[in-house]
Structures are given as structure tokens and as C-alpha cells.
């Protein structure tokens, strides 16, 4: 018997979907209580996500004891399974690739980053802003995320003559494409680890959804920074520069490293609009000539080693990727992967044949990780910075390690806070309230794909996260796919999708963007200039995802 394995609890369980007076609705409407919880205290309590997250914690653990009947043990150990997952690898990644960008900037090499692209354009203002709103703050997400891409480009953007309210409009649109490949794809990996689909299979979807959006987005930029006017003289550079990442967005994301889709995307985009713009002259009026001329001391070897650090993560990614004959990487890098049957809960958390669920099985990459390979590359970044510094850009191994606890520092809430939701949903994931709302949501049949990108956008609106949106809603939307014939794999992406558009109106977005540009307490003047386009982006998914469950458009699949 399952239950007889050493690390088993007292007493076993298997998860029932009809625990509640045998009724699957009166099962899943209690299930939904600590996603309730959750949107009243984060939206109308005006809690903390922090806060939020324990208080819907802590129902989820109620509902599993009291309404599902799972042992108080089990429940407890299945929140600490989710925790550390959530720390390892969910956080590490995170916390990875944001020291990874703040070396650039201990370095210096940042601002050299920041005033080549400035310097791009001809001194057309209205392409600059598309440039840094989309590539640079596309290049932004794929490695710090977390708002700090709205930040960065909002303030830049005043730089270059924007009014404020427009330059945060402008960069809250521009952070749409890139947000499901985010944090080096860390929705996507979460995704994956949590539904147990490969999380390969669920970017090659996502890169079969979300480039839809990146193709139209920079056109979407120029007329919110000129009108029509705008589009009308640069929708060539416009439309050039979403193509190219859009198709590197569709490539990257299903035959190379996922991760690194948003970087390779972005450098795509702004090494095409380069070099159009030295065979293609925009007609420029003058009221949208730019201020920020090209900085005569910007040598190509001073942006040659501002770009270094993206052009290295792309070579160490690689590499850990690359099978060729007897050669095969992740084969190599995966012997010290790390394989724990949960003590206490494996064994005793049982799947309905009576066999020991996966589920209670934590996993975790320790070489192939994408949190270790960043760290790799921030080695060599300031390995190489600091054997070419001077006194302007200054690089030591000790500014390395401050920047590194300074990161975990500054990011010790939203550790806290990813952590914490990600215990939630182990919670309602293994005591089965997830499966019982999949189970009862499934019931809608073929329509379902249709409503799929609602929950990620929903998701992210509320949480700000695309993570915690999939964190939430991911084995839910797998549920619902196997009830309904629909397939998983396409719902789940689905719900990452719909999170890219949710992060347009997420109040977190939004108060960072009000900061950003000198304007607090303009939230709600920013929320009516942009859930237009969230809803409309949102509409689009919904009718993309649903023609793609359907003979319509599933040969877009792979």
C-alpha cells in the first residue's frame, strides 16, 4: 500500500471533488472561498497582497480540513511544500535576474545602455518612445520584471519631451507583449511546475498567442504618442520592429531557450529598426523633434559592453540547451538535480487509484536551473567589468555581492508574497478544491476556451503577477481542459496570455506608473486611458484562443 511508505502520515487521503454533501457544485462553490477571501481583502479590505495572500491561506487550509476532510498534518505540509517551491525555484529565479541588471547599473554600463537607444531615431521623438517603451522596456521585463520596466522607461521617456500622463499611458500599453516570457519566463516555468506540462510545451502555445499582440503594439505606441499622425509617417519602422519580434518571440519560445525569449526578441526589434533607419528617413515635424541627440563619447566599444551582459545570458542559455550527438548538456548539468518525496506528505496524499500522487513530489534543477545560470552569468559579467573598469564605470567583486543582498533585500516583501501564494495553491490544489472548480467549471464544455483568458487576466489584474495569476488558475485551467476535451496545454497558456493584457490595469502597475512620471494619485485618470485597450487585447485572446481549441485555427498548434 501507498501509505505504508516510510516518510506517510498517520493517516492517508485522496482528494474528493464531491466532499461537500456529495455535490460537485457545493464542492467547488466552497473550493472558490479562498480565492474570495483573497480579491475582498486585496480590493476592498485594501490589504496588502501580502496580507491578502495569508488570508486566503489560512481559508484554503479551513476549507481543506473542514470541508474537504483533509488531516490538519497533510494540510500544513502541503502549504510548506508550496512555500519552498515558491522559493526555490520561483523566487531564485527572480532574484537572479534582477541582480543581473542592477550590475549593469553598479557598473554603469546601464546609462550607456539607456542613451543608446535614446540616441536612435533620426531625433524623431515618436520612434525613440516606441524603442525604449517597447524594445528597451521589453528587454527590461525579460530579466527584472516586477515593475521595474514601467519605472525605468516612464521616467526616460519624460526625458525625452513626453507630458507625463502620456509617457505613462505609453509604457503601461508597452509592457503588454513581453509580461507572459517575464523574469526569464518565471510564469511560464511556474506554469509548468505546477500542472506537471512540460513547461517547453506551454511557451511554444503562449508563443503561438502572444506575438499577435507584439505585431500591432508598437503601431498602438505611436498613436498614443502622436495620433494618427503618428502611425500615417512611421508605420513602416512600427510595423517592421513588431514583426521582427513577434517572429523571435514565435521562434525562441518553442526551438530555443524559452527563458530567454523577451531578450532575444527585444534585441531583434531594435537591431532591425537600427538598421532600417540607416536606408529609411521618417518625415519628422517639428514638434516631434527630439531634445536627445546622440552622445559623441558613446564609442562602439563603450556599447559593445553595455550589451555584453544580454548577449552573454543568450550564450550560457544556450549552451545549457545544446544537444549535439554524444553531447548533451542537460543531460550533464542534470545529475545534481534534486528529486524529494515531501516527508510526511508523500505517500500519505494518495491519487484516486490509491498510488502515492506526484504531486507530493518536489523537484527542483540545481546546474540547469534558470536562477543558477543567471547567477553564472552575473559572475562573468563582473568578472569581465571589472577587468575592463576605470574610474567611470567602476566594477569590484564586493559592489557584486552588495548588489546581490541589496536585491534580496529590497525584494523581501514580494518574496514573502510569491512564497505565500504559492503555498495557497499547493493547498487547494492537493486537498482537491482546484480540481472540484475545474471539474464544475468544465461544465460549460467547448465554451470554456473561449472565458480561458479571463481568469489569467483577472488573475494579474488583482495580484499584478502574471505568476501569481498562474500560481492561482493554472491546475484549475488543466482540470477544466481534461473535463471538457479541451486541450490542458492550451488553456494553461491561455491563462498566461490573458495575464499579459490584466497587467495593463493591475493597481500595482499603475501606482508604479503614476510615481514614475511625478503624477501620485493619478491612478484612476491612467485606469480610464488604459482598460480600453486591456479589454479590447483581452477580447482578441478570447476569440484567438477560442478558434484555436477549435479545427479553425488548431493547426496553429504545435
Known sequence: MASAHPWAALAAYTPDVHAVGGSLAGTALLGLAPLGVFFLLLMVVKRSALQSALGALITALLVAVFGMGMPVDLGLLSASQGLVFGLFP??????????????????????????SFSAVGRGDLRIQAMLIAFCFGGLLEALAGFGAPVAITAAMLMALGLPPLRAAVTVLVANTAPVAFGAMAIPITTAGNLTGIPPEEIAAVVGRQSPLLALFVPLLLLFLVDGLRGVRQLWPIALVTGAVFAAAQFWCSAHFAYELTDVVAALAGFAVAVLMLRFWRPTTPDDQRSQVEADQQLTPRRVLLAVLPYLLVIVIFGLAKLKIGALDVPAALGIWNLKIEWPGLYGALLAPDGSAADSAVYKLEVLGNPGTLLIVSGVLVTLIYRLTRDEHFPMTAGMAAT??????KNMRVAIATVATVLSLSYVMNQSGQTVAIGTWLAAAGGIFALLSPSLGWLGTAVTGSDT????????????????????????????????????????????????????????????????????????????????QSLPVLSWMLP
Not at 557598473?107 to 545602455?113: K, V
Not at 495569476?469 to 479541451?486: D, E, S
Not at 499579459?500 to 490595469?505: F, I, R
Open 403 to 408: 548588489a546581490a543582498g541589496r536585491t534580496v
Open 468 to 547: 501569481s495569476a498562474n500560481a492561482l488558475f493554472a491546475t484549475l485551467q488543466q482540470t477544466a481542459g481534461q473535463k471538457a476535451g479541451i486541450d490542458p496545454t492550451l488553456l494553461v497558456a491561455a491563462n498566461t496570455s490573458g495575464g499579459v493584457v490584466g497587467k495593463l490595469v493591475s493597481p500595482q502597475n499603475l501606482t508604479i506608473a503614476a510615481t514614475a512620471v511625478g503624477v501620485p494619485g493619478s491612478e484612476r485618470v491612467l485606469l480610464r486611458k488604459v482598460a480600453g485597450y486591456s479589454l479590447a487585447m483581452l477580447a482578441v485572446l478570447c476569440v484567438l484562443v477560442y478558434l
Open 90 to 115: 520561483v523566487m531564485l529565479i527572480v532574484v537572479a535576474a534582477i541582480w543581473f541588471y542592477e550590475l549593469t547599473v553598479v557598473s554603469n554600463r546601464f546609462e550607456d545602455l539607456r542613451r
